[in-house]
């Protein structure tokens, strides 16, 4: 059984208990740092959202050492 690791719910398909929330495809490394690999055993909908808009910050520190087109 699989746990959200921030709210610590049962992660689920289709929620049907109050323990329970909702399988989110969240980043392993960052999208913003062009993090590709992806899982959907970390983090529900609900703590993924929110933890995104914290994300972005994060990615704007570090944006200066990324190379854009070449």
């Known amino acids: ?5 921030i709210c610590n719910r049962v992660l689920v398909d289709d929620v049907i208990r109050v323990n329970q ?5 969240e980043h392993i490394f960052h999208k913003g740092i062009r993090g590709k ?3 959907n055993h970390i983090l529900c909908k609900d703590s993924g959202d ?4 914290e994300g ?3 990615c704007k520190i570090l944006d200066p050492f990324y190379l854009t087109e070449i």
């Open 37 to 39: 690999l992806v899982s």
């Open 50 to 53: 929110s933890y995104s808009k």
């Open 1 to 5: 059984m699989r746990r959200c690791y």
């Open 21 to 25: 929330c909702k399988t989110h495809r």
């Open 56 to 58: 972005s910050a994060f």
